[in-house]
């Protein structure tokens, strides 16, 4: 998590809501607040409109080596965020 956190302030923007929640939650309770909001965030937004869709936490939700840790509510609004792209 904190490589791809490290990947999108360098190549996209400095994401301090979500860092913020990363260091009073941990990445993987910060990462299921996000995605089991139905609200997409703006962070997913500005991801989108930099074309970085890739650096979203929602495709490590559904990337199989960490779906055992998400809920299926995560993993269904993360899969279609993707899908909305």
Known sequence: MKEQISKII?????PL???????????IEATKRVV???KQTEGFTRLL??????LAVENMV?????KSLFTE????NSRKRLEMK
């Not at 559904?62 to 960490?66: A, L, M, S």
């Not at 509510?73 to 269904?76: C, L, R, S």
């Open 49 to 54: 409109m930099e074309g970085r869709a890739d």
């Open 17 to 27: 809501t979500f860092i913020q929640m990363v260091d009073k939650h941990g990445a």
């Open 73 to 76: 509510k995560a993993i269904y």
């Open 36 to 38: 089991e909001d139905e």
């Open 62 to 66: 559904i990337d199989p080596k960490f």
């Open 10 to 14: 360098k190549e996209v923007y400095k």
